[in-house]
């Protein structure tokens, strides 16, 4: 059985419910749930002080043990107020031998990119601790992705996804849209060429996705990966107003005008239902008239 250590850098978890739900789950399961005191912290809208809040990140450096699987309570926001403090060179460093597997995704997505860009760390984009393990019901598909990405060092995942035919590999990488979009500029966005571009987000109306998307466009961020994928986007449910307009609209638009091929429909992100992506890992897209998958390789696993 597995080690979990709960890290919260972002938001207060609303619902403590759901945590302790999470946590009761994982324990029934027989593995061993650490630093539980973290769950009802909070200050304001943060699940606790910027002190708090970032020594569970640098805390990490010196974390002992291997397969550890570090977990985020939930999203939020708070991350961000984090990135300039945070000892990348000492998780670098702690990530050498026995590596941490580290998962979570939303306002995590800065951490986990700001560990990709600045020393190429591999950390998952999968379930958190409330929203996904602590749900009314646990989505057996996302539980089932997820061990699948900790335990095998190559494995897919598979979809009947939307878009032209394609075959390629790279570097794979992404997240949270909003989150990506706040780091152009920035030294922790990966600087990565060629690579498969994932994306998700949630409660962005369609014509905010596409401006998004059109900022890493015209950031020239989008022509030089090889492929963008796009998971779910809850809650871009278009109004009266659009007349039309759409998600399904708005990536044909984006199709037009983007030299790479875009391929929809991947259960990843802010559903109940998601795949764990290694963000970091070698990745091989084929999307073609029978379904899309993508083949993922060379991220840390849990050891034997």
């Keep these: 059985m597995s080690q979990f250590h709960l890290i919260a850098p972002s938001g207060y978890c609303i619902n403590q419910e759901a945590a302790q739900r999470g946590v009761a789950r994982l324990m029934e399961e027989g593995h061993q749930v650490q630093n539980q005191t973290i769950i009802p912290r909070r200050q304001q809208r943060f699940a606790g002080t910027e002190a708090a809040r970032l020594n569970d990140i640098n805390a990490l450096t010196h974390l002992p043990g291997a397969n550890q699987i570090v977990l985020a309570v939930r999203g939020g926001y708070g991350a961000s107020r984090l990135l300039g403090q945070i000892d990348w060179q000492g998780l670098a460093k702690r990530q050498q031998q026995d590596p941490l597997l580290i998962c979570g995704h939303s ?3 800065v951490i986990q990119l700001g560990l990709l ?14 929203g996904n393990f602590g749900a009314p019901e646990l989505n057996a598909f996302t539980v089932d992705h997820f061990w699948r990405a900790l335990r095998n060092s190559t494995y897919s995942v598979e979809w009947q996804g939307d878009g032209p035919q394609c075959e390629c590999e790279g570097q794979l990488w992404g997240g949270n849209l909003a989150m990506v979009v706040s780091l152009i500029g920035t030294p922790w966005l ?10 998700e987000d949630i409660n962005e109306h369609p014509f905010r996705v596409e401006r998004m998307l059109l900022q890493l466009l015209h950031a020239g961020i989008l022509d030089r990966q090889r492929a963008i994928v796009l998971g779910s986007f809850s809650g871009a449910t278009p109004n009266d107003y659009d007349a039309g307009y759409s998600l399904a609209t708005m990536i044909d638009y ?3 005008r983007v030299s790479v091929p875009i391929i929809s429909g991947l259960d990843f992100g802010h559903e109940q239902q998601t795949v764990t992506l290694p963000i970091g890992a070698q990745a091989t897209l084929v999307h073609i008239s029978r379904g899309s998958s993508l083949t993922l390789s060379g991220h840390p696993v849990l050891k034997a």
């Design 190 to 199: 990966p600087a990565i060429e060629n690579g498969i571009l994932v994306l």
């Design 117 to 130: 860009a600045l020393h190429n760390v591999i950390t998952f984009s999968g379930p958190m601790l409330a």
């Design 107 to 109: 306002d995590f997505t």
């Design 254 to 256: 984006l199709r037009a």
